[in-house]
Nanobody, 122 residues
Framework: QLQASGGGLVQAGGSLKLSCAAS????????MGWFRQAPGKEREFVAS????????YYADSVKGRFTIARDNAKNTVYLQMNSLKPDDTAVYYC?????????????????WGQGTLVTVSS
């Protein structure tokens, strides 16, 4: 089970940090990812991290502004979002991939959290 939190309302240029807490003893073997879905748009990939945290991958739209990280001791993955833009407004979802590697396609993920809303005002 995945529980995302940390969303909210922030002004453009501001920062937010999302968290995704996972239950279960095998979290440290999962690859983890963040996706987002804006109103009227399809779900899109944001970032992913391998099971060890050694490898990360970002969508071009967030590269240099967002950072994905994980703490396997706390069964938690994070998404630090800086320099937020109104276009970043979306529901953000965390997801787990049993293969443990870095993947960007939604269909590769096995488990999904419920989403947390991020609203960036201009």
């Amino acid at each position: 089970q995945l529980q995302a939190s940390g969303g909210g309302l922030v002004q453009a240029g501001g920062s937010l940090k999302l968290s995704c807490a996972a239950s279960g003893r095998t979290f440290s073997s999962y690859g983890m990812g963040w996706f987002r879905q804006a109103p009227g748009k399809e779900r899109e990939f944001v970032a992913s991290i391998s099971w060890s945290g050694a490898l990360t991958y970002y969508a071009d739209s967030v590269k240099g502004r967002f950072t994905i990280a994980r703490d396997n001791a706390k069964n938690t993955v994070y998404l630090q979002m800086n320099s937020l833009k109104p276009d970043d407004t979306a529901v953000y979802y965390c997801a787990a991939d049993l293969s443990g590697i870095v993947v960007s396609r939604a269909r590769e993920y096995d488990y999904w959290g419920q989403g947390t809303l991020v609203t960036v005002s201009s």
